[in-house]
């Protein structure tokens, strides 16, 4: 046996070596939060029938599911049982056989005939003993719960007709609902509301989630979302191959910058944050924030007038007076410099343009936030044709909409506008989308709705660039960035003001040091 300093490969009990292990095994929980459009997850149902399941066995397995999350949240109440016309529906007649059959008082309601099911749908709609009556709203009459199996996430046009009667009267009713797969009316693509969608107090789904279940307004409505196990294989992602994910530290924490016991404050990077003469607080919030993160160093560059309240406020953090707006190129001879913010407070005039398309001539790591984004409403051609190295825009809707003329739902949106400007594009928002320019994207769902406050996006910023000084990549650091933003506010709860997500980013940081900790093995 070695000494314990000896570098031998150790293996498994099956002979793999235990890196190949470690990487294999974080592939697996990536996959895990694969977002799937709802014709990928046709094509995955596809994909396992094909490979032997059985489809009425996965809609068995899908409903069973249903009526589960019923019984494990309510007691035994009379439940209306809301039926569409194609596989939703069947998965209904499933939720409503099993609830029956323990008991609980059923009614069921169908959009159509029974004898014009077709496929899974029509074998287990044979299989109801129950009635089945017209899908009007006197379903609800003296119910204590719906079950909302109307349509799926695929739908294609706003809902309309009895439907939608029936889903306006399901809302107003308030009564207790438990949705299958998405609440009627919701696209699972965009989680856009296609006519009308009744908020669902459970949303149950299936192998994977949708977009629609993160994006907004689509999580607003579907209450808690319960992913189930039907059976369908994880290989069938191979096939897939999905781009979009939620965002979760298994998709970078391998990547994580953490310190080294031989590392100093060179190796982690050089951060340098430019600030403006009126609203200092910004690039004071940024700087903070890239220096929490472990940047080894950052400087700020403020304006000569205003140099004492930058000095006076930031202990910790290199300021550099700056004569004129226009001498902050110089602070790029330094090549150790590595990573630059632009754009916190920094106003829209023509100097900030020209600092803007010199920092990016370097081809060192840049982040553009705010008014860096905004100089360049109508010059944006420019900027994106300077984007040659490693580049993170994060805009909030409105600077989104004056620099980019892309129209469509969030996600699409912010993939063409990384596809467009070569940045990876951070669009901010309560459902923030991070896409890189190869079509990769994620999701954020763990920021608390107390982020709406003033600098929040000033920390954000900082936060990415404090990462990438560190040598984390853009996409990987904006993702790592938003996930450690959120989690941080979590921790500190109501009352939340920017800086305070700075107090707390070590809080967050605790909680993905556990997270990396390695595993032993069984």
């Not at 939608?164 to 989680?191: F, H, K, M, Q």
Request: proline fraction near 7%; include cysteine.
């Amino acid at each position: 046996m070695g000494a314990p300093g000896d570098l031998h490969p150790i293996t498994d009990k099956g002979g793999l070596c235990i890196p190949r292990r470690q990487a294999r095994l974080a592939s697996m929980r990536a996959d895990e939060y694969a977002l799937l459009t709802p014709a990928e997850m046709a094509e995955a149902d596809r994909a396992a029938i094909a490979a032997g399941s059985s489809g009425i066995e996965l809609m068995e397995k899908a409903g069973r599911a249903v009526a589960a999350a019923v019984a494990e949240r309510w007691s035994p109440r009379p439940v209306a049982v809301l039926c569409g016309p194609g596989n939703n529906g069947g998965d209904g007649f499933v939720a409503a056989r099993r609830l029956a059959a323990a008991g609980w008082p059923v009614r069921l309601g169908l959009l159509g005939e029974v004898g014009r099911l077709t496929g899974e749908a029509a074998h287990h709609a044979l299989l109801w003993r129950g009635a089945v009556e017209p899908l009007t709203p006197h379903l609800l009459d003296g119910a204590g719960l719906a079950i909302d199996a109307i349509f799926g996430a695929g739908l294609s046009r706003p809902v309309d007709g009895a439907a939608r009667t029936v889903i306006e009267a399901l809302a107003a009713s308030r009564l207790a609902s438990v949705a299958v797969d998405v609440p009627s009316g919701l696209d699972g693509a965009t989680g856009e509301v296609r006519g009308a969608a009744a908020p669902a107090s459970v949303t149950v789904t299936f192998f994977r989630k949708k977009p629609g279940h993160l994006l907004l307004p689509g999580r607003m409505l579907c209450g808690e979302t319960m992913l189930a196990d039907i059976g369908i294989p994880a290989s069938v992602l191979e096939r897939i191959a999905p781009k979009t994910r939620e965002n979760a530290p298994a998709l970078w924490l391998e990547a994580y910058p953490w310190p080294r016991l031989d590392t100093h404050k060179y190796r982690r990077g050089h951060a340098l944050v430019a600030g403006g003469a009126v609203m200092t607080g910004a690039a004071r919030l940024a700087a903070r924030a890239a220096a929490r993160i472990g940047a080894g160093l950052v400087t700020v560059a403020a304006p000569a007038a205003v140099w004492p309240v930058y000095a006076a406020a930031l202990t910790g953090v290199i300021v550099r007076p700056l004569a004129r707006a226009e001498d902050f190129p110089a602070l790029l001879a330094d090549e150790r410099r590595n990573a630059i913010l632009l754009g916190p407070g920094g106003g829209t005039g023509e100097a900030m343009r020209h600092n803007v398309l010199t920092a990016l001539a370097t081809r060192r790591a840049v982040v553009l936030d705010a008014d860096a984004l905004t100089v360049f409403a109508d010059r944006r051609d420019a900027l994106f044709a300077a984007i040659a190295g490693p580049c993170v825009m994060t805009p909030h809707d409105g600077e989104f909409a004056r620099l980019f003329a892309i129209a469509g739902d969030k996600l699409s949106r912010a993939r063409a506008a990384a596809a467009q400007s070569g940045a990876v594009v951070l669009l901010k928002g309560g459902d923030t989308v991070v896409a890189a320019p190869d079509g990769r994207a994620v999701v954020n769902a763990n920021a608390p709705p107390d982020l709406a406050t003033a600098g929040s996006g000033d920390v954000l910023a900082g936060l990415v660039t404090g990462l990438m000084a560190q040598g984390l990549d853009p996409f990987h650091a904006a993702a790592a960035a938003c996930w450690i933003h959120g989690d941080a506010a979590t921790a500190f709860g109501p009352g939340l003001v920017a800086e305070d997500i700075i107090e707390s980013v070590p809080v967050a940081l605790r909680r993905l040091k556990g997270m990396s900790a390695p595993t032993p093995l069984a």
